[in-house]
T-cell receptor, first 114, second 113 residues
């Protein structure tokens, strides 16, 4: 059974710091991995999608990497800002029972201090 | 841009009531999903649908049912609401292909009193 783990559960950093969020998954048979951001009381906003054949994706100050063989993905945030404060979730998409499903981690709650 | 719209941001209902949560997407996506999100448990899949009138149970379908009569609309039904169904409910949609991203609505915070 696919399990997705995000460590740490919470992180607090000063503004301007570069940081890395981690996502681990137990089954490497995935189609893609998606990183999301969630603000308190809101839905999920898609940040980056990495296909299983890709190694990384970049969008602005965000860079996500994928190592399928080791079951790991990282989200790198450069020059963090207070507006980056949110919960970050990763999800892997895999095929099960003839359809595609997403399995989510429980998230890392990030606080960037001004 | 893909837009997934959930009918209510906040909803308060009483135990035993039949509750309907509605979700509409505007991008002709085949797949639609209902999740609930609880502190410490993350997102858990309730039901999903890969086509009109088609549905599959997720990880926690008990106490819920769904309806998909039109491709753009996916409804979650709480047949007889109970207090343990108080939660944040999130709807999502995606294209059928496994390589495509999932898009979420803003969520419905449901309280059952």
């Amino acid at each position: 059974k696919q399990e997705v783990t995000q460590i740490p559960a919470a992180l607090s950093v000063p503004e301007g710091e570069n940081l890395v969020l981690n996502c681990s998954f137990t089954d490497s048979a995935i189609y893609n991995l998606q990183w999301f951001r969630q603000d308190p009381g809101k839905g999920l906003t898609s940040l980056l999608l990495i296909q299983s054949s890709q190694r990384e994706q970049t969008s602005g100050r965000l860079n996500a990497s994928l190592d399928k063989s080791s079951g790991r993905s990282t989200l790198y945030i450069a020059a963090s800002q207070p507006g980056d404060s949110a919960t970050y979730l990763c999800a892997v998409r895999r095929r099960a029972s003839g359809t595609y499903k997403y399995i989510f981690g429980t998230g890392t709650r990030l606080k960037v201090l001004a | 841009d893909v837009k997934v719209t959930q009918s209510s941001r906040y909803l308060v209902k009483r135990t035993g009531e039949k509750v309907f949560l509605e979700c509409v997407q505007d991008m002709d996506h085949e797949n639609m999903f209902w999740y609930r999100q609880d502190p410490g448990l993350g997102l858990r899949l309730i039901y999903f649908s890969y086509d009109v009138k088609m549905k599959e149970k997720g990880d926690i379908p008990e106490g819920y049912s769904v309806s998909r009569e039109k491709k753009e609309r996916f409804s979650l039904i709480l047949e007889s609401a109970s207090t343990n169904q108080t939660s944040m409910y999130l709807c999502a949609s995606s294209l059928w292909q496994g390589s495509q991203p999932q898009h979420f609505g803003d969520g419905t915070r449901l309280s059952i009193l």
